[in-house]
Every structure is written in structure tokens, then in C-alpha cells.
């Protein structure tokens, strides 16, 4: 079947061209036109609530278990070592001999002394028997004056060089005692600088002995703290090897000069009841209160710096937020203490600070916020 022949009049091509005239301005409109912008939405912010807090104005320090007294025990001598007695850590008596050096030489000095005594002993014999006999002498009429006076003399003279040699006899002897290191108080030996074969100068340090007894705190305080502390301050020490068991101390001393390496001040915490379990050496941290304080305290993450002023986002009662100055009066573990520029129950961006701008609205976290 032969299809009909479609013919296309003058009306026909109209309405074409009008159809694809509306299809290239539509597509114009759509290139050029600026398209609808959606209105931003308001950031999510975490926020809490300023409210004024007692806190205790209190700082910890690490420290270490020390004994009370410690004596740094070294030879009055020189010589070599020739024997050690103790070990690090071991118990000792007062009087017991922990080291000794070489006696040798001291030996020898002790023995020329021991001869110049024998020698002075025997003129000072001789003077002596000579003035005893001239005395008689001249009692009798024997002998004049001026011999009596010489052997007087003589005598006057042997016995001072008989004196003098003893005198060195009993220096040579304590320093042959001197060989011997001995503990001069009941203790525990905490440290060993010198080992058999050492050559030591006499006054060198070879053993540090802690004596019995009390024990103590030793901890190191900065000088921006220092003028917070003083002697009897209550201080709560935590030792850590002892499952973080506590006790009461207070400071006993404090050093009056500052390290030269660290640039901080020792300081001596005494505990008034020291756990049985505590060894010497063991760590310990020792907190010293220094008063108790009403202060605004914000997490630390709620801080906008801007160069050298600290500043907070606070969030208005129309829910836009604003840049507020304030003055940082210390630190608390995570949170920071505010001392101006905060009001009790001042609404304070604590997370999403970086991404605000004055005059911005915001939307608050769930129960943040009253």
C-alpha cells in the first residue's frame, strides 16, 4: 500500500520556527540567569555554661623517697682501694668498716715515728740524768751555775723533741685508722662511687650512706611557684609503686638558692606517717594546696587567640555569637581559670571556635545550654 505524500505549508514551517526560537531563548535564560542561592545554614557549635566554681588553688610535683639524713662518706687519705665490704642497698652498722685503702705507705710513716719516739726517748733519758745529776752538784757546790743552766737546758730541750715525735707518732696513727672507711651512723648504703683498685684523692665521696630513720619527700618547685610554698604547708603525698596509696606531710625545707642546671629550688616534704611498703628512691607525688578560690573555670579548648589576648566566643540571647577579651588566672588540669571577662551564666563556644565570625548565628548542641 502506497503511503499518502505529507505536504508542508507556509503555517507548518511558522509554527517551527517559533518553537525553536522559544527552545534557544530558554536555554539562554538558563546560561545567564543567576541561579536561586540557599540560605546558609547556621553552624553547630558545643557550648557550656559559665557558672563561678570553688576550686582548690593546688599544684602537683613528682618526687622521690629520700632518707632525712645523708651522709656522703669518703676517705680522710689517698690511697688505693683495696677491699669493699658492702653492696648497694645493704644495711649497715655504725662502726662497721665499709672500705679500706693501701696501708703501706701509712705502715711506714707510723714505723719512722715509732723509731724518732725511741730516739727522743733515749736523749730525753740521758738529758734527764745529766740535769739530776748536776743538780746534785751544784747543791754541793761542785759546779757553777752556768753548767747547771746548760744542762737544764738540754733536758728542757729533749723533752720537747721527745713531745714532738710522739705528737707525730699519734697523727701517723690516725691516719693509718684513716685507711678504714667506717659507717658513723646505723643506715643503708644508697649510693657506691668507688670500686677495688680505684686510686681516691682524700675528701673524694666513695659511699653515700642514709642514716635510720625518718624519711622524707625530696621534689623540685619553679620559682614562678615558689613564693606560694613555706615551711609547715600541709601536703597530701600519692605513691604511685604502692597502688597510689596517700599521706599526710608537710614541707620542712626549702633551699634558699635555685639549681644552676634546672633553675629550680629543692624542697623537703616530711610524712608524718610513712607506709612500711615505701623504699627508698620509690616515686612519689606530693600536692600542695595553696588556698581554696571562687573562679569562672571553661575547658581550655573554649580559647580564641588572637596574637598576645586570649578571648571566648559567647553565644547571645538571639543566638549570634560575639568575641569576648578575658584574662587567664591559671590552669586546672584541662579547663582554665577565668579571673575577667566572663559573667556567671554566659553561654561559652567550647567546640567549633575556628570556624566562626563575629555576628554569626549559630545552633547550640542538645542540653548545653540554658
Excluded: C
Excluded at 733536758?155 to 707518732?169: D, G, N, P, R, V
Amino acid at each position: 500500500m502506497k503511503m499518502p505524500e505529507l505536504k508542508l505549508t507556509k503555517v507548518h514551517y511558522i509554527i517551527i520556527g517559533v518553537l525553536v526560537l522559544a527552545f534557544i531563548i530558554w536555554r539562554v535564560l538558563v546560561v545567564v540567569l543567576p541561579k536561586p542561592v540557599a540560605a546558609p545554614e547556621a553552624p553547630l557549635v558545643r557550648t557550656v555554661t559559665a557558672g563561678v566554681t570553688s576550686t582548690d588553688d593546688a599544684y602537683t610535683y613528682p618526687g622521690e623517697v629520700r632518707g632525712h639524713y645523708e651522709s656522703n662518706l669518703a676517705f680522710q687519705v689517698a690511697g688505693k682501694i683495696v677491699s669493699r665490704n658492702i653492696n648497694l642497698g645493704d644495711s649497715v652498722q655504725a662502726g662497721q668498716v665499709l672500705m679500706t685503702i693501701d696501708p703501706k705507705d701509712v705502715n711506714q710513716a707510723v714505723n719512722a715515728n715509732m723509731a724518732a719516739v725511741a730516739a727522743a726517748q733515749s736523749s730525753y733519758k740521758l738529758a734527764q740524768d745529766n740535769y739530776s745529776r748536776f743538780s746534785s752538784l751544784y747543791a754541793q757546790g761542785a759546779t757553777s751555775k752556768m753548767v747547771l743552766d746548760q744542762y737544764k737546758t738540754q733536758y728542757e730541750a729533749a723533752q720537747a723533741t721527745l713531745q714532738q715525735a710522739q705528737a707525730q707518732l699519734t697523727a701517723s696513727q690516725n691516719q693509718l685508722s684513716y685507711t678504714e672507711l667506717v659507717a658513723d651512723h646505723n643506715g643503708s648504703v644508697a649510693a657506691l662511687n668507688g670500686e677495688v683498685g680505684q686510686v681516691v684523692a682524700a675528701g673524694t665521696p666513695v659511699v653515700t650512706l642514709i642514716q635510720d630513720g625518718d624519711r622524707e619527700i625530696q621534689i623540685f618547685v619553679p620559682e614562678s611557684r615558689l613564693g606560694q610554698i613555706k615551711p609547715g604547708q600541709t601536703a597530701v603525698i600519692t605513691f604511685w609503686a604502692l597502688n597510689d596509696v596517700k599521706a599526710a606531710g608537710h614541707v620542712t625545707e626549702i633551699a634558699p638558692m635555685a639549681d644552676s642546671v634546672t633553675r629550680s629550688y629543692k624542697v623537703r616534704v616530711a610524712v608524718d606517717n610513712m607506709p612500711a611498703a615505701a623504699k627508698l628512691g620509690m616515686t612519689a607525688k606530693v600536692t600542695l594546696a595553696t588556698g581554696t578560690e571562687s573562679a569562672i573555670v571553661i575547658p581550655a579548648s573554649a580559647i580564641y587567640q588572637t596574637g598576645d589576648k586570649p578571648q571566648v566566643w559567647v553565644v547571645g540571647q538571639d543566638k549570634k555569637v560575639k568575641l569576648v577579651p578575658v584574662q587567664v588566672a591559671g590552669y586546672e588540669g584541662s579547663n582554665i581559670k577565668i579571673s575577667a571577662g566572663l559573667q556567671k551564666g554566659d553561654v561559652v563556644v567550647t567546640g567549633g571556635v575556628n570556624k566562626l565570625a563575629a555576628g554569626m548565628a549559630v545552633r547550640l548542641e542538645d542540653g548545653e545550654t540554658k
